[in-house]
């Protein structure tokens, strides 16, 4: 059975940092595109980073240079750091895998997730101005 948990979240201040962490079990997180999507209260979903089974990383603009995706293989665990971080970052953040064969930085940045196969339970992270 596949899980992913997230954890990391919380509050912060604008300017602040906080590094999520997505830990996959039944699934080699390696292996496969996963992405980190968020959505804000009121808004649609929104895919923040992808990386795909060969270390291909892409982000979406509003976040480039700021947060980074990265996988520990060992560990098997997605992370997202995020520095910088702004009010609008605020929202319930999740992390994705496994969507159908293709490209993943086009099924996480240009989708809402909708093909993705497994989802975390979420980590909220709230940044206060």
């Known amino acids: 059975q596949v899980q992913l948990v997230e954890s990391g979240g919380g509050s912060v201040q604008a300017g602040g940092s906080l590094r999520l962490s997505c830990a996959a079990s039944?699934?080699?997180?390696?292996?496969?595109?996963m992405g980190w999507f968020r959505q804000a209260p009121g808004k649609a979903r929104e895919g923040v980073a992808s990386?795909?089974?060969?270390?291909?990383?892409s982000y979406r603009d509003s976040v480039k240079g700021r947060f980074t995706i990265a996988q520990d293989n060992a560990k098997n665990t997605l992370y997202l750091e995020m520095n910088s971080l702004k009010p609008e970052d605020t929202a319930m953040y999740y992390c994705?895998?496994?969507?159908?064969?293709?490209?993943?930085?086009?099924?996480?940045?240009?989708?809402?997730?909708?093909?993705?196969?497994?989802w975390g339970q979420g980590t909220q992270v709230t940044v206060s101005s």
């Open positions: 990386i795909d089974s060969g270390g291909s990383i």
């Open positions: 994705a895998a496994d969507p159908p064969v293709g490209p993943c930085a086009a099924y996480v940045l240009a989708t809402f997730g909708t093909s993705f196969k497994y």
């Open positions: 039944g699934y080699t997180a390696s292996s496969h595109c």
